[in-house]
């Protein structure tokens, strides 16, 4: 049933002048997005319950407190298996399927959080932690691109941008359950156990949902595809739509049948397209959101507030504020556009940073100002709000629509593997960094670092807001051979949009 056919609708497209609000308006879609969004809870879930369970952890294993090392790699051991799962998770995406890896990510996150549960010693728990790793890689991959193919183009970034909302629901989540557990026996038991809930939930919601038209398009499956199309767009469109895909079909007929890792980087058009969102990825997790995120709780300690309570308290002030800042992101995504959004959410970065810097230092300093320690609070809040609504969204939706169809799932999964190697090698190394140099110098280090995220955004990433799947590969096309390629410049449209 296609939308204008719904009942006592004839007018329906007419009481939507704005096409935005006609697809927000659409249940269909938004109940695909919400609970493919559920993946991104995970993810977001994991990222900040590790850093309240952390405080109890050291507490009831002496030999976690006395070692940063195993601290780090308490944290960073999921990091490694998201690496895994995100490298693996862009060939299951291609050969069986966008519902098929959620499903899949599911199973291995729970089982994950189950051993996360009920761990013996420290060593078991990171067992754990790479199980759920593994999940929260292929959901990584998998959600935004599922979400995207089912996407009209004028709210695609919206809608996928709503993943990351989940993301970051999900860490505030995680810190209202962290402070839910301080007083119940086995505290961070119960923290990293009720995270195989939201896997459990999306699992069976999951088997109610289709597969992504664009990959059963691709697959042959050309009516189940139109199916799913019909309950999306109105008829003109749907015609379109899937004359768009007849063209993408007949395009990879010409080409091999499978796409490998290397066949990335033969094609120039490919490599500047990867360049542009492996980049972005890596420029996201280098300008340490995660440090803060998974050690915000600690980085509160260091400012001074010793009460594991307090600082679990000012922590999920923080999530609340990344939560908000990702809700003004999804509107601003397709209405600012995503170069824009990202780099003046890097220039608020910066000078966060700057702050955070600056806080530490007069902290070290033996100044006895509590002042500094509240000023270092308000640096971190400061930090997730400017980064929230646009570094924080923008790598996923690039990423999820710079990319032809036959490449899309293998392209999504390398840069999301580069995003989890970026945010294992930060997390692995900011403790150790911090009692190096400084905190301060550290957060010196990472504004440095998004100094260079400015220059790469501006050289390399083009606006992609409000262009088809076909006209986004046209630009990489025209940035490969010239923008004599095609009698119109998309690049030019695009930025003039």
């Not at 066949?263 to 397209?273: G, M, N, P, S, Y």
């Not at 995660?290 to 709780?297: A, K």
């Not at 509160?300 to 594991?308: D, E, L, P, Y």
Request: one cysteine or more; a negative charge.
């Amino acid at each position: 049933m296609t939308l204008d056919s719904l009942p006592g609708s004839s007018g329906y497209l007419d009481l939507f002048p704005d096409r935005r609000m006609l697809y927000f308006s659409n249940p269909y879609v938004l109940r695909l997005t919400v609970i493919a969004g559920i993946g991104g809870l995970l993810f977001g879930y994991d990222t900040g319950v590790i850093s309240g369970a952390l405080l109890y952890i050291k507490d009831e294993f002496e030999v976690v407190n006395q070692s940063s090392i195993l601290q780090e790699t308490i944290v960073s051991m999921a990091l490694v298996g998201a690496m895994v799962g995100a490298a693996s998770g862009g060939w299951i995406n291609d050969a069986y399927g966008r519902k098929k890896a959620t499903l899949l990510a599911d199973v291995v996150f729970t089982a994950g959080a189950i051993v996360m549960a009920v761990a013996p010693d420290p060593y078991v728990l990171i067992l754990g932690r790479l199980l759920v790793g593994l999940g929260v890689g292929i959901a990584s991959v998998t959600a935004p691109v599922y979400i995207a193919e089912a996407s009209p183009s004028e709210v695609r970034g919206g809608l996928v941008s709503t993943n990351v909302l989940m993301i970051t629901g999900g860490q505030f989540l995680s810190y209202l359950v962290n402070l839910s557990f301080t007083q119940v026996p086995g505290t961070w038991r119960w923290m990293l156990g009720v995270s195989a809930v939201p896997a459990i939930i999306q699992f069976f919601f999951m088997l109610c949902l289709p597969e992504s038209p664009r990959w059963l398009f691709i697959k042959n499956e050309k009516a189940k595809a139109i199916a799913v199309l019909s309950k999306i767009y109105d008829i003109a469109r749907l015609e379109d739509e899937v004359d768009h895909l007849s063209a993408a079909l007949e395009e990879e007929r010409q080409r091999k049948n499978t796409v490998r890792y290397l066949d990335v980087f033969k094609t120039k058009e490919i490599r500047l397209a990867f360049l542009a969102g492996a980049g972005l990825q890596a420029f996201q997790q280098f300008c340490g959101i995660n440090t803060v995120m998974y050690y915000s709780p600690t980085i509160v300690q260091m400012a001074g507030f010793n009460s594991n309570q307090l600082a679990l308290l000012l922590s999920l002030v923080v999530a609340a504020v990344n939560a908000a800042g990702t809700v003004v992101g999804i509107y601003l995504i397709d209405h600012v556009g995503r170069k824009k959004l990202a780099l003046s959410s890097l220039i608020g970065v910066i000078a966060s940073l700057v702050i955070l810097a600056g806080a530490f230092f007069a902290e070290s300093s033996g100044s006895s100002s509590g002042i500094y320690g509240w000023l270092a609070v308000i640096g971190l809040a400061l930090y997730i709000a400017f980064f929230s609504p646009g570094m924080g969204p923008v790598p996923w939706t690039v990423n999820s629509e710079i990319y032809p169809e036959q490449y899309r799932g293998i392209c999504g999964g390398m840069s999301a593997t580069v995003n989890w190697i970026s945010n294992l090698i930060v997390a692995q190394t900011f403790l150790t960094l911090a009692e190096a140099v400084g905190t301060s110098a550290t957060f010196l280090i990472l504004a440095g670092i998004a100094v260079l995220a400015v220059v790469f955004v501006v050289m390399f990433v083009p606006e992609t807001k409000g262009l088809t799947f076909v006209e986004v590969e046209q630009i990489w096309k025209e940035r490969a051979w010239g923008s004599g390629y095609n009698t119109e410049s998309l690049l030019e449209q695009a930025n003039k949009s």
